[in-house]
Nanobody, 115 residues
Framework: QVQLVESGGGLVQPGGSLRLSCAAS????????MSWYRQAPGKERELVAS???????NYADSMKGRFTISRDNVKNTVYLQMNSLKPEDTAVYYC?????????WGKGTLVTVSS
């Protein structure tokens, strides 16, 4: 059974940093593409970043240079380091993988950027 559990969200001031984690289980983590998405209040869910099993990364334009996705294939965990956070980064952040065409999502972790 695929399970994705996000953690690390919270309240942070503008300009601050947070590191999100997503612990994965129930599948061969090291061979799958892992992604972070986010959904802000009243908006559609959007891709933040993804990372392949070889470590190749892809970022949404608004996150380039501020966010870094990484993975630890021993710990079965994917991370999202977020720096220079802005109020518009406030959202629920979700971890996702896709297996045999079926997407699997975690329950999300809330990030609030506010002074």
């Amino acid at each position: 059974q695929v399970q994705l559990v996000e953690s690390g969200g919270g309240l942070v001031q503008p300009g601050g940093s947070l590191r999100l984690s997503c612990a994965a289980s129930g599948f061969t983590f090291s061979s799958d593409v892992m992604s972070w998405y986010r959904q802000a209040p009243g908006k559609e869910r959007e891709l933040v970043a993804s990372i392949t099993f070889t470590g190749s990364t892809n970022y949404a334009d608004s996150m380039k240079g501020r966010f870094t996705i990484s993975r630890d294939n021993v710990k079965n965990t994917v991370y999202l380091q977020m720096n220079s956070l802005k109020p518009e980064d406030t959202a629920v952040y979700y971890c996702r993988t896709t297996r045999m065409g079926i997407p699997y999502w975690g329950k999300g972790t809330l990030v609030t950027v506010s002074s």
